[in-house]
């Protein structure tokens, strides 16, 4: 087990230092590569090969991500991303073999960030990691600095100080990005925005092959806001619809 000797929370490190990354995979050729990119990135690295492992070390380590592969012994990542996210938040990147949006849905309404369809690239997967650490860092400094007062759209309420949305006055338990993707779309409502909007707005992240992430979040957020919230204009972007004044 690879030891620190800086502090978890140290302010004065330089990027990528003092993070920690949780890689959970079966496959030794994939962690290493994995493990090996992150580790010159200046980040920090545990590795799990299975489920039952994969929880233990998250909850012994406390890392900062998890990059989680779907398939793995024991129990399967979705199951690893339930029981990690009960113990506490902590922005996921899910791996999946297949192309197959059902999986990526699933992963996810389980509480994953973004997901990779392998085979995939160290380069945009490194790019990924420090977008999501970006995206908890800017979410920490709104906390501490929140907007007043909530946005109601009819029956929809955004709580920008608690990060809380409702539906008809019931709770409406979001993601990370999910809340963030809302939230950029209703900051204009009514407004089309497009694909690489969303992707430099919400995710920070300029390369267009990243567009299905987010028709796959948009998808996801549909199932728990309500489809008919959030139109798609083919060929363009999205845009949240509001009631008629």
């Not at 004065?12 to 010159?40: F, H, K």
């Not at 990526?104 to 994953?112: F, N, R, T, W, Y």
């Amino acid at each position: 087990m690879e030891q620190t000797h800086t502090s978890h929370n140290g302010t004065t490190a330089t990027p990528g230092a003092q993070r920690r990354v949780l890689v959970v995979e079966d496959d030794p050729t994939i962690v290493d590569a994995i493990a090996a990119r992150l580790r010159a990135e200046g980040f920090l690295v545990q590795t799990a090969g299975d489920g039952p492992a994969a929880v233990d070390t998250a909850e012994a380590w406390q890392p900062d991500l998890l990059i989680l592969d779907i398939m793995l012994p024991g129990f399967d990542g979705l199951e690893v991303c339930r029981r990690v996210q009960a113990q506490r938040p902590v922005p996921v990147l899910m791996l999946t073999a297949r192309d197959d949006e059902t999986d990526m849905l699933v992963g996810l309404g389980v509480g994953a960030d973004d997901y990779m369809t392998k085979p995939f690239s160290m380069r945009e997967l490194a790019a990924r990691v420090h977008v999501l650490l970006r995206r908890v860092e800017r979410a920490a400094l709104a906390a501490a600095t929140p907007r007043s007062g909530i946005l109601r759209l009819g029956e929809l309420e955004i709580d920008h100080a608690q990060r809380r949305v409702r539906v008809r006055s019931e709770d409406v338990h979001l993601t990370p990005t999910e809340f963030d993707l809302l939230v950029c779309l209703a900051n204009t409502p009514r407004a089309v925005l497009s694909r690489e909007q969303l992707l430099a707005e919400v995710w920070d992240w300029a390369d267009a092959s990243g567009t299905r992430t987010v028709d796959s979040h948009i998808k996801a957020l549909r199932r728990k806001i309500g489809a008919e919230r959030i139109r798609t204009v083919h060929g363009v972007g999205y845009a949240l619809e509001t009631p008629a004044p």
